[in-house]
T-cell receptor, first 109, second 116 residues
Framework: GQNIDQPTEMTATEGAIVQINCTYQ??????LFWYQQHAGEAPTFLSY??LDGLEEKGRFSSFLSRSKGYSYLLLKELHIKDSASYLC??????????WGAGTKLIIKP | DTGVSQDPRHKITKRGQNVTFRCDPI?????LYWYRQTLGQGPEFLTY????????KSRLLSDRFSAERPKGSFSTLEIQRTEQGDSAMYLC??????????????FGEGSRLTVL
């Protein structure tokens, strides 16, 4: 079957660094997305990885290891406004997105 | 604003009534998706269109749900004989897909359905 696993909830402190992990099992693989979703709002795109390695975009970076079926999202210099759910989604062989349940990130002062 | 728009944003209805949601995607996007999301869960795939063709429909979707995209532009999602379990946020997303490679999904703000 197809499955995405990510932690349900994480807590971090303002100004710190946090890493949100995601493991996936899909029928074929055509890339992995990370989306941010604030409560009551629609998801917004953060990053896309299709090749192994680290993609850096400002305070956010995303890493992919295709051989391990593993990705992480790294958030640096955390702001209170980064409190949100972070959704991992893998694209299968039919280019369909398989979504994780999301990781609720709580940032404390 | 040229993003994905959905209407209505909120709908409260009584069990057994029919409801219809509309989605206007980004104009040049050829793929349009409908998802359902409940609290604490990721989006659950319902169906998607490539232009006007409905290419896939979730096996979990009952026959009370139907979607159309008649001219390859806006889409409607209808739920007939609503049940309390249909209460959720219904998200529409669009993307520009070329040569089998899917692009980034752009989501609308969602239509929140409450069935009493």
């Amino acid at each position: 079957g197809q499955n995405i696993d990510q932690p349900t909830e994480m807590t971090a402190t303002e100004g710190a660094i946090v890493q949100i992990n995601c493991t996936y099992q899909t029928s074929g693989f055509n890339g992995l997305f990370w989306y941010q979703q604030h409560a009551g709002e629609a998801p917004t795109f953060l990053s896309y990885n299709v090749l192994d390695g680290l993609e850096e975009k400002g305070r956010f970076s995303s890493f992919l290891s295709r051989s391990k079926g593993y990705s992480y999202l790294l958030l640096k210099e955390l702001h209170i406004k980064d409190s949100a759910s972070y959704l991992c989604a893998a694209t299968d062989s039919n280019y369909q997105l398989i979504w994780g349940a999301g990781t609720k990130l709580i940032i404390k002062p | 604003d040229t993003g994905v728009s959905q209407d209505p944003r909120h709908k409260i209805t009584k069990r057994g009534q029919n409801v219809t949601f509309r989605c206007d995607p980004i104009s040049e996007h050829n793929r349009l998706y409908w998802y359902r999301q409940t609290l604490g869960q990721g989006p659950e795939f319902l169906t998607y269109f490539q232009n006007e063709a409905q290419l896939e429909k979730s096996r979990l979707l009952s026959d009370r749900f139907s979607a159309e995209r008649p001219k390859g532009s806006f889409s409607t999602l209808e739920i007939q004989r609503t049940e309390q379990g249909d209460s959720a946020m219904y998200l529409c997303a669009s993307s520009l897909t070329t040569s089998g490679s899917d692009g980034e999904l752009f989501f609308g703000e969602g239509s929140r359905l409450t069935v009493l």
